[in-house]
């Protein structure tokens, strides 16, 4: 097992706790003092199961960060606010569907895993927390870096229609007309009703195919 922890305090008391704790255990962690957000590698095998407490204010990020950064993973449960794994785990068509939602629906299922009340925690937060459960699955045919930059573009005016939300992305609103129709999307609709393969067929259209 290997630790990510940011706190040097934290990241030179974890061993300890561990020996104190699960003496059984103590030789199979190897703690990392680094930013989880900027890590560029973790030492040992491969890891293929992600379990965190991610900081609330950069989880989205440290997320996609870390199942971006390391293929293997198979799995993750993770820890974050409430309304964050709410909008993490959104299907389309919802309220709260959006941004995150996407992004990580790219890297695998992903899916609410029960609620955590803030009187667990000392000192008690002034939020709720939930469990989100994520498990691989192959991505959707296209390319992430420009099906990601189409999502933000998306969702950055939510409440306009795709072809006039898209319109600086695509170059213009008539441009984006023509790739929206090119992927097979009503230009009218809103990014909160695509899913990530949708995003992903819209990205994968040529702009020579604009009107």
Do not use: C
Not at 6 to 17: F, M, N, S
């Amino acid at each position: 097992m290997t630790a990510v922890e940011i706190d040097p305090r934290l990241a030179e008391r974890l061993p300890r706790t561990v020996a104190e704790r699960v003496p059984a255990l103590a030789d199979r962690l190897t703690v990392v003092q680094a930013d989880a957000l900027r890590i560029l590698e973790v030492p040992g095998p491969p890891p293929t199961a992600l379990v965190a407490n991610l900081p609330y204010n950069v989880a989205v990020p440290v997320l996609l960060h870390l199942l971006e950064l390391l293929p293997t993973l198979r799995r993750a449960l993770v820890l974050v606010q409430a309304e964050v794994a709410e909008r993490l785990a959104a299907p389309p068509g919802t309220a709260a569907y959006g941004v995150p939602s996407v992004k990580a629906a790219w890297y695998g299922e992903v899916r609410r895993a029960g609620n955590v009340g803030r009187r667990v925690f000392w000192p008690e937060p002034n939020v709720d927390s939930g469990l989100v459960a994520l498990v691989r699955r192959p991505p959707p045919p296209g390319d992430r870096a420009a099906t990601f930059a189409v999502v933000d573009a998306a969702f950055a005016t939510r409440r306009k229609g795709l072809r006039a939300a898209l319109a600086r992305w695509a170059g213009s609103p008539a441009a984006a007309e023509a790739r929206l129709r090119a992927a097979g999307i009503d230009p009218a609709t809103r990014g909160e009703r695509l899913s990530v393969t949708d995003f992903a067929r819209l990205a994968a259209t040529e702009p020579a195919q604009q009107a």
